[in-house]
């Protein structure tokens, strides 16, 4: 059974870096994309960036673009978000979550037809501010 537990949320101020961690369990990550979500209050989730192990690589949403990078390490099945120049726009609660790849052909399709509600992790809250 997969599950997905996000870590590495906090407080950090303008400018700062966060690195945000999603472990994998119970299937081989090698199988699935992974999109990072992400739900500020007052606003619909929205999909921040995704992966998928082919040449259907990566995506990212415009807002993060060139400030936050996803990556996997497959010898830890975990999937990793690297958040750089934070902004107080960023404060939001971080999800992780799966899809399988027959599902979805781009990753980017993650954000708009989200996956079943089991394939999500718990969340982990970013505060951005001074």
């Known amino acids: 059974q997969l599950q997905l537990v996000e870590s590495g949320g906090g407080l950090v101020q303008p400018g700062g870096s966060l690195l945000l961690s999603c472990a994998v369990s119970?299937?081989?990550?090698?199988?699935?994309?992974i999109a990072w979500f992400r739900h500020a209050p007052g606003k619909e989730r929205e999909g921040v960036a995704c992966?998928?192990?082919?040449?259907?690589?990566?995506y990212y949403t415009d807002s993060v673009q060139g400030r936050f990078t996803i990556s996997r390490d497959f010898s830890k099945n975990t999937v990793y978000l690297q958040m750089n120049n934070l902004k107080p726009e960023d404060t939001a609660v971080y999800y992780c979550?799966?899809?399988?790849?027959?599902?979805?052909?781009?990753?980017?399709?993650?954000?708009?037809?989200?996956?079943?509600?089991?394939?999500w992790g718990q969340g982990t809250q970013v505060t951005v501010s001074s």
């Open positions: 992966n998928k192990d082919d040449y259907h690589t990566e």
């Open positions: 119970g299937v081989l990550m090698d199988f699935y994309a």
């Open positions: 979550a799966a899809g399988h790849t027959t599902e979805y052909r781009y990753c980017k399709e993650m954000f708009a037809r989200q996956p079943r509600d089991d394939y």
